[in-house]
């Protein structure tokens, strides 16, 4: 069993500011550091240091060769990655003195996945393994039916939120993962019973993992309804404490942990994530994950 992950890869241009810029506002930043992101990266990144084999399909442009090798040097496959005349997505990050961040995102060539690439990547999927979705990529309804033509189990991260998200069937997938602005976008709802409810009942064979920062996250699908409470340390930078809980989730259903005993584990790996700084490099391998989960319990 394996995974492909078919998703953006960023560069990460990231400032410390005392709060985030205002309308009209100039504001002098007192730190930057240039790291690499995209969801999609990070959820590989995530998903190998968790342990598991993974698959990255996407697109870069010119100036993506680090993207690539950062990949590679962190055990994914990158054989699904192709160059394309575009630059690669880059983002724009400020992250505050309370470790929030708010992110500008230029897709670039994230934009350009074509249908023939697809295939090709897809065709190395089969029937039991899982295949990862985040929205920073076009073609995701295309993505979406290759995939469950060739019996693989979808996840998707509806991040960031577009309209045309919105309006992609999203019953498709097996796990549908959200935070609390995503589920609000979905559902209309501002709390999170609501939330789940109205998900669960627009899409009822499919499991919905609601994540909810400093409340924690809630899993449900038809036999279970699990509750894990965040683990709190000191925020330095949330950027990819999201990225870090799919990755470590897939992870968990892929070895067959119990959900309750899962969700723990992807608590402890985001608790980490959020107390370093940058979206990739926060992401804690296994070992530190095991390490940090027995000092929880002593
Ligand atoms: O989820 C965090 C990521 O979102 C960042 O790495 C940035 O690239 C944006 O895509």
């Given at each position: 069993?394996?995974?492909?992950n078919?998703?953006?890869?960023?560069w990460?241009?990231?400032?410390?500011?005392?709060?985030m810029?205002r309308?009209?506002?100039?504001l002098?930043?007192?730190?930057?550091?240039t790291?690499l992101?995209?969801?999609?990266?990070?959820?590989s990144i995530?998903?190998?240091?968790?342990?598991?084999?993974?698959l990255?399909?996407g697109?870069?442009?010119?100036?993506?060769?680090?993207?690539?090798?950062?990949?590679?040097?962190?055990g994914?496959?990158?054989?699904?990655?192709e160059k394309v005349?575009?630059?690669?997505g880059h983002?724009?990050i400020?992250?505050?003195?309370n470790?929030q961040?708010?992110?500008?995102?230029?897709g670039?060539?994230?934009q350009?996945?074509?249908?023939?690439h697809i295939?090709?990547?897809?065709n190395q999927?089969n029937?039991?393994?899982?295949?990862?979705?985040?929205?920073e990529?076009?073609?995701?309804?295309?993505?979406?039916?290759?995939g469950?033509?060739?019996g693989m189990r979808?996840?998707i991260?509806?991040?960031?939120?577009d309209p045309?998200i919105l309006?992609?069937?999203?019953?498709?997938?097996?796990?549908?993962?959200v935070n609390?602005?995503?589920?609000?976008?979905?559902?209309?709802?501002?709390?999170?019973d609501?939330?789940?409810?109205?998900?669960?009942?627009?899409?009822?064979?499919?499991?919905?993992?609601?994540?909810?920062g400093?409340?924690?996250?809630?899993?449900?699908d038809?036999k279970?309804?699990?509750?894990?409470?965040a683990?709190?340390v000191?925020?330095?930078?949330?950027t990819?404490?999201?990225d870090t809980?799919t990755?470590y989730?897939?992870?968990?259903?892929?070895?067959?942990y119990?959900m309750e005993?899962?969700l723990?584990?992807?608590?402890?790996?985001?608790?980490?994530?959020v107390?370093r700084n940058g979206?990739?490099?926060?992401i804690?391998q296994?070992e530190?994950?095991?390490?940090?989960?027995?000092?929880?319990d002593?």
């Amino acid at each position: 069993m394996k995974v492909i992950n078919y998703g953006s890869l960023n560069w990460d241009y990231v400032y410390q500011v005392p709060h985030m810029v205002r309308e009209g506002e100039t504001l002098a930043a007192y730190g930057m550091e240039t790291f690499l992101g995209g969801k999609g990266l990070n959820q590989s990144i995530a998903l190998a240091r968790a342990g598991v084999p993974v698959l990255h399909g996407g697109c870069v442009g010119e100036d993506g060769d680090g993207l690539i090798s950062y990949l590679k040097t962190n055990g994914v496959d990158t054989s699904g990655i192709e160059k394309v005349e575009e630059k690669s997505g880059h983002t724009i990050i400020q992250v505050d003195s309370n470790g929030q961040n708010c992110i500008l995102l230029y897709g670039g060539a994230n934009q350009k996945q074509n249908i023939d690439h697809i295939k090709t990547v897809l065709n190395q999927g089969n029937s039991g393994d899982y295949l990862v979705l985040q929205n920073e990529v076009n073609e995701i309804e295309y993505i979406m039916q290759i995939g469950k033509e060739r019996g693989m189990r979808l996840v998707i991260n509806p991040s960031p939120i577009d309209p045309a998200i919105l309006k992609a069937p999203l019953g498709m997938a097996d796990y549908l993962l959200v935070n609390e602005i995503e589920g609000q976008a979905l559902t209309g709802a501002s709390e999170p019973d609501q939330m789940m409810k109205t998900l669960r009942t627009r899409y009822p064979n499919t499991a919905i993992l609601l994540t909810l920062g400093e409340e924690g996250a809630w899993y449900e699908d038809r036999k279970q309804s699990v509750r894990q409470k965040a683990i709190r340390v000191k925020a330095v930078d949330t950027t990819a404490a999201g990225d870090t809980f799919t990755g470590y989730f897939i992870a968990g259903l892929m070895e067959g942990y119990a959900m309750e005993h899962l969700l723990y584990r992807c608590a402890a790996a985001s608790a980490l994530a959020v107390s370093r700084n940058g979206a990739s490099a926060s992401i804690p391998q296994r070992e530190e994950v095991e390490t940090f989960l027995r000092s929880l319990d002593v």
